[in-house]
């Protein structure tokens, strides 16, 4: 089992910055792939990034590339950070941990609890 704590979120103005932060409770987490998602109010949870077990290859949603950065370190945390933050990605931005390398929400076997980020315009 591995648990998943999501922080870093908050309200902040377009053209701004964040960067979220999930920390894993788990020994193994190197072997994880792990993953941000997010949700927005009426819309199904969508893939924003993800991270090889490795940290050697990072993949994004064409909706966040170039602004956002998805980097993980050897004490158990993976981070998002994110640029030029538009209204649009305001949303509940989930971690998630799996076994899997996929865009599908399904394919994860961990999830936290989710961070609300805010954007104002």
């Known amino acids: 089992q591995v648990q998943l704590v999501e922080s870093g979120g908050g309200l902040v103005q377009a053209g701004g910055s964040l960067r979220l932060s999930c920390a894993a409770s788990?020994?193994?987490?190197?072997?994880?792939?792990m993953g941000w998602f997010r949700q927005a109010p009426g819309k199904e949870r969508e893939f924003v990034a993800r991270?090889?077990?490795?940290?050697?290859?990072t993949y994004y949603a064409d909706s966040v590339k170039g602004r956002f950065t998805i980097s993980r370190d050897n004490a158990k945390t993976v981070y998002l950070r994110m640029n030029s933050l538009k209204p649009e990605d305001t949303a509940v931005y989930y971690c998630?941990?799996?076994?899997?390398?996929?865009?599908?929400?399904?394919?994860?076997?961990?999830w936290g609890q989710g961070t609300q980020v805010t954007v104002s315009s």
């Open positions: 788990r020994r193994t987490f190197s072997i994880y792939v």
């Open positions: 991270i090889s077990a490795s940290g050697g290859t």
């Open positions: 998630t941990a799996g076994m899997r390398v996929s865009t599908i929400p399904g394919m994860y076997d961990y």
